[in-house]
């Protein structure tokens, strides 16, 4: 019983984004349905905010799938009704920020903190590993380490 349990609310929460669109939003031509979910799903919900606006429930994200099929309806290309949403809503709007001299470090940050990092790590394991080297003692301390051994020794014996 309690697989069937678990199989079935993996099932709803699979199929859960499936019922965002309604079905009186899907459009008749079946070409344009599909550039509109295409669309929709790279648009973040500006009320989830972490969902994509094909994804949401939110009263916004129908309005703003809605919004999408009306422009591809009255016949305005993919960036046409891009361009249009992000001049609208801002760049937020977009689940994938474009790659622009101001998202530049949207992009590069991650990578520049890993190399960071590692360079720091492996600075350190080369100074700690430096650090555990035995260097030979020069003739004025192995005489200096023999006197004081020799007058230990004397000490213990006396």
Do not use: H
Request: hydrophobic share 45%; charged share 25%; glycine share 6%.
């Amino acid at each position: 019983m309690s697989r069937f349990i678990v199989a079935l609310l993996s099932f709803l929460s699979i199929a859960a984004s499936a019922f965002a669109v309604q079905p009186d939003e899907v459009l008749k031509n079946p070409v344009l349905e599909a550039r509109a979910r295409d669309l929709s799903a790279g648009l973040r919900c500006l009320v989830c905010q972490n969902q994509s606006i094909d994804d949401s429930d939110a009263p916004l994200a129908r309005d703003l799938r809605l919004l999408i099929r009306e422009r591809l309806v009255a016949g305005e290309s993919d960036d046409q009704v891009m361009g249009f949403i992000v001049g609208r809503y801002g760049e937020f709007v977009l689940l994938k920020p474009r790659l622009e001299a101001k998202t530049i470090m949207l992009w590069a940050g991650p990578f520049a903190l890993l190399s960071i990092a590692s360079l720091i790590l492996l600075l350190r394991y080369r100074a700690g590993s430096r650090g555990n080297a035995e260097s030979p003692l020069s003739g004025e301390e192995r005489a200096a380490l023999d006197r004081l051994v020799a007058g230990s020794n004397a000490d213990e014996t006396g």
